[in-house]
């Protein structure tokens, strides 16, 4: 008698047991410390509980991250990976991460969470640096005739504001914040991806990015495949992979989308879209 007929006579429940599974959660967006409908936003606020439930799950033989993140906040990042390497070693499970469109920037920095990386060939990864932008708004106040007035107590509280002209001093501080937040995440890469990184770290860490089939190469992931033939790969064909999204309010599970609709700020919420769409929009996404 072949397996498949003695496990299509088990009860519901000794089935389960025997097959193997592994819960996924997906991480969409960019990292922030708040998202909304127009623009949802990976964080530990709507992580925390997935994560949780995920890592819990009776039965599980490891978890699975899926993450399309172009990065963001250097602190979610951080405190997102944390998290999923706290429960990790807590339930002494394996992490296994799968990059999709790109795994860049703070989603490459969550990405370093799993015990082994995967990729498409046609993925970003990297960008393994520190980036800021902002505008200059003192030529277009003077065409307005706009008197720009600013009053601070303190003299640096007024760092790097968009209305004033830009001052050396302030760049310069600028400089060195963002380099002590690339030296933390080259240390984080370095500590996670001991032994397998394979290039310098002059390349590695100067905030370019390359494709999955290029990274692999690299040392920044551990290979190419998708979720589902990796899995089944690892644990068997009939491998369970079930998805563990954020839970709703019972007041969101009565109204559905309306809930959220009305907690939108319109024009806010467009401004922060255009910001995320130049974010994806650094990878050619």
Known sequence: MNMDKILSRLPIKALRKRIPLVPVVRMYGVIAAQGSPLRPAINLSTLAEPLERAFAMKGARAVALAINS????PV???????RIRLLADEKKLPVYVFCEDVAASGGYWIACAGDEIYAAETSIIGSIGVIAATFGFEGAIEKLGVERRLYTA??????????SPVQEDDLKRLAALQKEIHDAFKRHVRRRREGRLK????KLFSGEFWTGAKAEGLGLTDGIGDLKAVMREKFGD???LPLVGAGKSWLQ??????????????????????EVRAHWARYGL
């Open 70 to 73: 172009p990065g963001g906040s």
């Open 76 to 82: 979610q990042s951080a405190l997102v990976h944390d």
């Open 154 to 163: 303190g003299d640096k509280k007024s760092l790097l504001d968009p209305f």
């Open 199 to 202: 290039a310098s770290e002059r």
């Open 238 to 240: 009939k491998v369970r």
């Open 253 to 274: 599970r009565r109204l559905g989308f309306t809930t959220q609709l009305a907690a939108m700020n319109l024009p806010g919420d467009l401004l922060a879209t255009a």
